[in-house]
């Protein structure tokens, strides 16, 4: 008797492991694979989602010009939202495609208050403060990609994965709760005099309705040629020398962290007769922890060293360069490529697991550490533009997690783990020197920027009580442009 072919198998090259029983497309089948679809192919939906976020902030974050940033955020809250809840609806075999649908539009939407939370920033901290205000918000944006990904596991390991996306839904329903009762609008123009500044009511029901329904009182009404305006200059801040230089060492430091959350679960869930490390979809979940253990290590770094440094180097003369903002980058030169080359020779040789989660704490390390950093030193060399800097960064470090799913696989089959990560490993240790760069002629290639960037750079910024700049070695820690300011603000 002639045995039937196996149709649903997994692993890696030319010999497959047949999966028995073989499940059926009935989706209450425990066993079932939902959508029919290879593993590779299913990650393109996560392709749609980020396609989502590089390109929502740059449709909608023009809008914050008609109904302002607060109306902004809760609306993009609520689409997230609805999102959220079409994705997991989607169960049929034939669902697929309105799946991916869903993941893009919750992108397109759920991306715009990460990119507006920059000009929070910009309107509640000062210079001396801003290095571990963009560390809390850009790791904690992160922390979400990072962290999430662990729990999901832990849910589905016991739970549908629908229940994933539920997940998300009560904690994006309570973030629209939070934002709708704690959001304030946060904008003041210090060149107005106080007579003409708009007000809001000062009945907390009465802003709410002001901020967000729907928002147009809380700015001024723009021409059409502003808001054009406003749809042009992220693209020419992006080819501004500077960005330039910085989004492409963004590109491989953080998008080389997204392929190795790309091909870990597949590496790691593979049986051990086909290569793989033979982890059950638990293990895989408790592994993503190393990744938790990254983003603390980033809060805590960001805390500890991304105003002290930058300050430290002020000291000298007391005049402050944008560019003292990314000496602390020297230390993501140093973790991404040793990271991804232990990731790659663990895989080439299968060595330990324990090897493979310290190459990836290092890769997720440096690429969350280094997205704080990189985006306050842009800000801050157009400190006017703040969310059109944001949008272009966005896209520079998401590009690289859009297209790697794609090829990522593919490339590993062909070429070995060892080449492929080998030849990334190569590539971060070239894109340091842009950094070098940066960092040795930032101030020249700031004047050849495509759009008006006013930023701080040659302000008195050390000072010591007598108002006279402070020395080298000086314990001095006030922070201001003509004089100290209060000890307390230090």
């Given at each position: 008797?002639?045995?039937?072919?196996?149709?649903?198998?997994?692993?890696?090259?030319?010999?497959?492991?047949?999966?028995?029983?073989?499940?059926?497309?009935?989706?209450?089948?425990?066993?079932?694979?939902?959508?029919?679809?290879?593993?590779?192919?299913?990650?393109?939906?996560?392709?749609?989602?980020?396609?989502?976020?590089?390109?929502?902030?740059?449709?909608?974050?023009?809008?914050?010009?008609?109904?302002?940033?607060?109306?902004?955020?809760?609306?993009?809250?609520?689409?997230?939202?609805?999102?959220?809840?079409?994705?997991?609806?989607?169960?049929?075999?034939h669902d697929y495609i309105p799946f991916v649908l869903s993941r893009m539009f919750a992108g397109l939407s759920g991306a715009i208050p990460v990119v507006l939370a920059a000009g929070y920033i910009m309107d509640?901290?000062?210079?001396?403060?801003?290095?571990?205000?963009?560390?809390?918000?850009?790791?904690?944006?992160?922390?979400?990609?990072?962290?999430?990904?662990?729990?999901?596991?832990?849910?589905?390991?016991?739970?549908?994965?629908?229940?994933?996306?539920?997940?998300?839904?009560?904690?994006?329903?309570?973030?629209?709760?939070?934002?709708?009762?704690?959001?304030?609008?946060?904008?003041?123009?210090?060149?107005?005099?106080?007579?003409?500044?708009?007000?809001?009511?000062?009945?907390?029901?009465?802003?709410?309705?002001?901020?967000?329904?729907?928002?147009?009182?809380?700015?001024?009404?723009?021409?059409?040629?502003?808001?054009?305006?406003?749809?042009?200059?992220?693209?020419?801040?992006?080819?501004?020398?500077?960005?330039?230089?910085?989004?492409?060492?963004?590109?491989?430091i953080f998008g080389f962290l997204i392929g190795l959350g790309v091909t870990s679960s597949i590496f790691l869930q593979t049986p051990v007769e086909a290569g793989g490390y033979g982890f059950t979809p638990l293990?895989?979940?408790?592994?993503?922890?190393?990744?938790?253990?990254?983003?603390?290590?980033?809060?805590?770094?960001?805390?500890?060293?991304?105003?002290?440094?930058?300050?430290?180097?002020?000291?000298?003369?007391?005049?402050?360069?944008?560019?003292?903002?990314?000496?602390?980058?020297?230390?993501?030169?140093?973790?991404?490529?040793?990271?991804?080359?232990?990731?790659?020779?663990?895989?080439?040789?299968?060595?330990?697991?324990?090897?493979?989660?310290?190459?990836?704490?290092?890769?997720?390390?440096?690429?969350?550490?280094?997205?704080?950093?990189?985006?306050?030193?842009?800000?801050?060399?157009?400190?006017?533009?703040?969310?059109?800097?944001?949008?272009?960064?966005?896209?520079?470090?998401?590009?690289?997690?859009?297209?790697?799913?794609?090829?990522?696989?593919?490339?590993?089959?062909?070429?070995?783990?060892?080449?492929?990560?080998?030849?990334?490993?190569?590539?971060?240790?070239?894109?340091?020197?842009?950094?070098?760069?940066?960092?040795?002629?930032?101030?020249?290639?700031?004047?050849?920027?495509?759009?008006?960037?006013?930023?701080?750079?040659?302000?008195?910024?050390?000072?010591?009580?007598?108002?006279?700049?402070?020395?080298?070695?000086?314990?001095?820690?006030?922070?201001?442009?003509?004089?100290?300011?209060?000890e307390k603000l230090a």
């Amino acid at each position: 008797m002639a045995l039937s072919r196996q149709r649903w198998t997994i692993g890696r090259g030319h010999q497959k492991i047949a999966l028995i029983p073989q499940p059926t497309d009935d989706p209450k089948d425990p066993l079932a694979p939902y959508y029919n679809r290879p593993t590779t192919e299913l990650s393109y939906s996560v392709s749609a989602g980020i396609a989502g976020l590089m390109m929502g902030p740059v449709f909608f974050v023009p809008l914050t010009s008609v109904i302002g940033r607060s109306s902004l955020i809760f609306w993009s809250l609520i689409f997230t939202l609805a999102f959220d809840i079409w994705g997991p609806l989607m169960t049929g075999p034939h669902d697929y495609i309105p799946f991916v649908l869903s993941r893009m539009f919750a992108g397109l939407s759920g991306a715009i208050p990460v990119v507006l939370a920059a000009g929070y920033i910009m309107d509640l901290y000062f210079l001396h403060q801003r290095g571990k205000a963009f560390t809390v918000l850009e790791v904690s944006f992160l922390a979400g990609v990072l962290v999430m990904p662990g729990i999901g596991g832990f849910i589905a390991n016991s739970h549908p994965w629908m229940d994933d996306f539920w997940f998300l839904v009560a904690i994006n329903g309570l973030s629209v709760i939070l934002a709708f009762v704690f959001l304030e609008d946060t904008s003041f123009n210090r060149t107005v005099p106080a007579e003409k500044r708009k007000s809001l009511e000062a009945s907390w029901l009465r802003r709410r309705i002001t901020l967000f329904l729907p928002g147009t009182a809380t700015v001024a009404r723009p021409s059409i040629k502003h808001i054009g305006r406003r749809y042009v200059n992220p693209f020419l801040i992006g080819l501004s020398p500077v960005t330039l230089l910085a989004g492409l060492f963004t590109i491989p430091i953080f998008g080389f962290l997204i392929g190795l959350g790309v091909t870990s679960s597949i590496f790691l869930q593979t049986p051990v007769e086909a290569g793989g490390y033979g982890f059950t979809p638990l293990q895989n979940a408790a592994f993503t922890t190393t990744w938790w253990f990254s983003v603390i290590a980033c809060q805590l770094c960001g805390a500890l060293l991304n105003d002290r440094i930058p300050l430290r180097l002020a000291r000298r003369s007391g005049i402050w360069h944008p560019e003292y903002r990314l000496t602390n980058i020297f230390v993501v030169m140093f973790a991404s490529p040793i990271g991804i080359g232990i990731y790659g020779a663990g895989l080439q040789y299968h060595l330990h697991f324990m090897v493979l989660a310290l190459g990836q704490f290092l890769v997720v390390f440096a690429g969350s550490y280094s997205t704080p950093i990189v985006v306050n030193y842009i800000t801050e060399c157009f400190p006017e533009l703040a969310l059109e800097v944001s949008v272009v960064m966005g896209i520079y470090r998401q590009v690289f997690g859009l297209s790697l799913p794609f090829f990522i696989v593919p490339w590993t089959e062909v070429v070995g783990p060892g080449w492929a990560f080998g030849t990334m490993a190569f590539i971060t240790v070239f894109v340091s020197f842009f950094m070098v760069v940066l960092i040795w002629k930032g101030q020249a290639l700031r004047e050849r920027s495509l759009v008006a960037g006013h930023s701080e750079d040659g302000i008195q910024v050390v000072t010591t009580d007598d108002g006279r700049p402070d020395g080298v070695g000086s314990e001095g820690n006030s922070v201001s442009q003509s004089g100290s300011l209060p000890e307390k603000l230090a």
